[in-house]
Nanobody
Framework: QVQLVESGGGLVQPGGSLRLSCAASGSIFRINTMGWYRQAPGNQRELVATITIDGETNYADSVKGRFTISRDNAKNAMYLQMNSLKPEDTTVYYC??????????????WGQGTQVTVSS
């Protein structure tokens, strides 16, 4: 089985920064695309940023220029550096990964989420 665990959320003032981490563990052969998503209560889960195994990135327009996604393939880890945070960035952030297991089974996996609150 595969587990994704997020960390790094918390409370920050507007204009501040946070760095989220996502660590994958378990029966992993390879991790293809990874991504960060967020979901506010009553809203659909929305894409924040994705990164391929080769490092190609894609961002939602709302975070371009403020957030940076990265990954460390050797550590099966992904990061989201969030700068110039705004109150509207407040919500739960989830990591997602498409994992090929050691049994060569491919599937999407999700973390449990980490809360980010931007408030003065």
């Amino acid at each position: 089985q595969v587990q994704l665990v997020e960390s790094g959320g918390g409370l920050v003032q507007p204009g501040g920064s946070l760095r989220l981490s996502c660590a994958a563990s378990g029966s992993i052969f390879r991790i293809n695309t990874m991504g960060w998503y967020r979901q506010a209560p009553g809203n659909q889960r929305e894409l924040v940023a994705t990164i391929t195994i080769d490092g190609e990135t894609n961002y939602a327009d709302s975070v371009k220029g403020r957030f940076t996604i990265s990954r460390d393939n050797a550590k099966n880890a992904m990061y989201l550096q969030m700068n110039s945070l705004k109150p509207e960035d407040t919500t739960v952030y989830y990591c997602q990964a498409f994992v090929i297991t050691k049994s060569f089974y491919g599937n999407y996996y999700w973390g449990q989420g980490t809360q980010v609150t931007v408030s003065s």
